[in-house]
């Protein structure tokens, strides 16, 4: 399959060697606004290299692209690959506006095209292994921290970071939300660079989560709190910890189990997942409806953290 990427900056550039090592993918051909770099990453790959997603589509003629460049420009240049009939995976967040979001679905809809949202850690192969048992979850709690880069500055910690927490709690909490309650600070952006937000469902299920990007250190993990068990995963190592109490005759005790599952590259197996999509003409795990609905509860999150200012300086509408 012809594939292409638009945007080559620092993920977007391992997009492009990913399809290189997928036997059912051919990159053909790579776009960025800073032309110097797409051919830089062009030539190592041995693809192609342009200034704009109009002279990739129209010399190459891809039938997929990935979308990695900033957010801000995720709705048009999505919206002109998909007028062209292009197959498109856009990484996370899918718009900077839900009814921007909407649009694209109904585009995807009207012409019968797979689009998928890089909402990459369903496919950390810790989530997937927990995402094949069944779950009750009474309390999740989700920590996702860093030390701070100045390479994300278009967008905060909410966007960029704890929209992925929004994703997995919602894959593991069937349940529409009751209520929302968030706050946060902005330390060396004008954007927030930590948030702290608290989910509540109608089910009675509670999730929280905290994301900054101002810690000393990398640490991201997951707790699913249920009745009989506590589960804990570790997103960078990609491991999973099961803490159970059993009863016998001599009393309770507490057993740990750690799971054994083979474990691959994320974003791999993401753009393996999304090329066997457009090839068998399914619907991905990830879709533009996922995507969506976790950029509707960002969306309410960051309302609350920067109030109407958020509202008026940067047009976002639920």
Known sequence: MRVGVVGVGHLGQHHARVYT???????????????????TIGDHLGAAAYSSIEELINCQRPEALSIVVPTSQHFEIAKKAMQAGIHVLIEKPVTTRPDEAEELLKLADKKGLVLQVGHIERFNSAIRYISQTHHEPIYLESKRMGPFSPRINDVGVVLDLMIHDIDIILSLVNSPIAKISAAGACVYTEHEDIADAQIKFENGV?????????????????DIMERQRHITVNYETQSVQVSRCVTSNDGRAEILETPIFPKSEP???????????????R???????DGKRALEIAVEVLRQIHGNNYNN??????
């Open 267 to 281: 974003l791999k197996l993401e753009l393996a997942h999304f090329v066997s999509c457009v090839k068998d003409k």
């Open 206 to 222: 509670i999730a929280h989560i905290l994301v900054s990007r101002v810690a000393e250190k990398n640490f991201r993990q997951l």
């Open 21 to 39: 090592e997928l036997l059912d993918a051919r990159l053909v051909g790579v776009a960025d606004s800073d032309i110097d770099r797409a051919k």
């Open 283 to 289: 619907q991905p795990l990830v879709g533009i409806k």
């Open 313 to 318: 300086n940067l047009n976002i509408a639920i």
